[in-house]
């Protein structure tokens, strides 16, 4: 009977408290007195993220020519070995401080991590577009890199500003905005870089950019990041600041199950050990690692992707110019657009996130044993299926990422979500930092099998790729993925 009576203030929704002065508190009020869409704080969160993503997409286009100039490399094979470095120390100063930040986003706030993230991007690649050196270029993006907390609590802010059914657009907001600024960066990294000799009129030799051929891209990140830092003046924080004693707790506990049945089952089907360590939260931990496959296979493709279409037809290749992979991009990422705000949310209503990725999975692994035939046919036709193939694939992709952040999300109470979410980037920088030169080693092989029987050239890129999202499939079943209870009818 008193545990009954213990349980009771949490199933009636007129027992939510709110604390005066406490910003988590003013938050939840706002969310009950506006069930709508919060479009003001998305639009927030999706320019935030963007800042975010600018500084590593806008680094692809110039890195070679930027380490060529930097004359620390004498032949062509030096140089893709000391861009590598450059490209991955941004990877291990994310892999080595993201969990911290999120931990301190759930200490003290996502607010100031949010804001020292921006910052950071504000100064460290204007830093970078000045680098003079090989050991200034390596330190600012490791900095960058390092004190750019952003990622993880973004992901748990985006869901604590709006109602659980809102929940599929704000994290798909947040896939969205990451691959749009994977789109836009090639762009202003590509059109802006050695503006001197692309814009001679507008930039003379003797100019400060003629002194430092890379810095205008980078600047003209930093001046973008400027007024978005300038607005997290009016970012709402989403942590509740008071502290908490068994009372308490329930009380604050049944602030959520004012808004959701769903949520109550989030918050108290998660033990106090899970509550403790989140590395002994299988729920957790395991869409995690669902995650990471996923990123893995994501990174792998990219580098094959644009290694494939750029080599020559004898090899399997398209022979696309740099300008066509570019076009296949953009378009890409204008469907990810559409496809994650308009259709998204509805079939992650209709089948929830597991069946979403089961389904996503296995028509990715059909999807890509259509890629080796297309170099069999002549332009535009092998224009036309590289997009739809290119455009498929990355939807697929992007929808399975989405949905393990749902999961990820659901598996953690509020005090725990930035930590879960950093620790989540953590291990995909981890194996985002392997990928791409797995497979590059990958590609090189496989360019000289050309005329063997089994899976000959690329064909074998391609079947690679299908075995490592056939261990993400496995993965989404029984005993390796547990989910949160809302979601086990799945």
Not at 24 to 53: D, M, Q
Request: hydrophobic residues 45%; contains cysteine.
């Amino acid at each position: 009977m008193a545990g009954g009576e213990a349980a009771a203030p949490l199933l009636e929704k007129k027992t939510a408290v709110y604390r005066e002065g406490c910003p988590g508190c003013a938050v939840e009020r706002r969310k009950t007195l506006n069930p709508g869409v919060p479009y003001k704080e998305f639009f927030h969160i999706w320019t935030i993220i963007l800042v975010s993503c600018l500084p590593i997409s806008s680094l692809f286009p110039f890195l070679y020519f930027m380490i060529r100039d930097l004359h620390i490399a004498k032949t062509v094979e030096d140089i893709g070995f000391y861009a590598g470095f450059v490209g991955a120390s941004y990877m291990l100063g994310r892999t080595l401080t993201s969990t911290a930040w999120g931990m301190v986003a759930d200490r003290i706030g996502r607010k100031p991590v949010i804001v020292l993230g921006i910052f950071s991007v504000f100064l460290f690649s204007a830093l970078f577009g000045l680098s003079v050196h090989y050991w200034m270029a390596i330190s600012t993006r490791f900095l960058l890199g390092s004190l750019n907390g952003i990622i993880g609590p973004i992901r748990a802010y985006a869901i604590e500003v709006c109602r659980p059914e809102h929940h599929a657009i704000a994290l798909s907001l947040v896939s969205t905005a990451w691959a749009i600024g994977l789109i836009v960066g090639p762009t202003i990294g590509g059109y802006l870089a050695q503006p001197t000799e692309k814009y001679p009129k507008l930039f003379p030799v003797d100019s400060l950019f003629g002194r430092f051929p890379y810095f205008l891209p980078c600047l003209c990140i930093s001046v973008f990041s400027f007024p978005v830092l300038i607005s997290c003046i009016w970012l709402p924080e989403t942590l509740h600041n008071h502290n908490t004693d068994e009372k308490e707790d329930q009380a604050s506990e049944s602030l959520t199950a004012f808004f959701s049945n769903s949520e109550e089952i989030v918050e108290h089907n998660i033990t106090s050990t899970m509550k403790n360590n989140v590395l002994k939260n299988w729920p957790l931990m395991s869409s995690i690692i669902l995650f990471c496959i996923v990123s893995f296979d994501d990174m792998a493709y990219s580098e094959i992707f644009s290694l494939w279409a750029e080599s020559g037809r004898k090899y399997g290749g398209l022979s696309f110019s740099s300008e066509d992979v570019g076009q296949v991009l953009a378009i890409t990422g204008v469907s990810i657009l559409v496809y994650q705000t308009f259709i998204f949310p509805r079939i992650i209503r209709v089948l929830g996130p597991i069946n979403t990725s089961r389904v996503a999975i296995s028509m990715s692994m059909v999807l890509l044993f259509t890629y080796a035939p297309i170099t069999h046919l002549s332009r535009p036709w092998s224009s036309i299926a590289v997009n739809i193939a290119s455009i498929l694939k990355n939807n697929f992709l992007i929808t399975i990422v989405t949905s393990s952040f749902i999961l990820q999300n659901n598996s953690v109470t509020q005090d725990q979500r930035a930590t879960a979410n950093s620790l989540a980037t953590t291990l995909m920088s981890f194996c985002k930092t392997f990928a791409p030169a797995g497979a590059g080693i990958v590609f090189s092989w496989a360019q000289k099998r050309q005329h063997v029987f089994f899976f000959p050239g690329d064909q074998m890129l391609f079947f690679l790729l299908a075995v490592v999202e056939l261990v993400g499939l496995v993965w989404t079943f029984k005993p390796f993925l547990v989910v949160p209870d809302q979601f086990a009818s799945n």
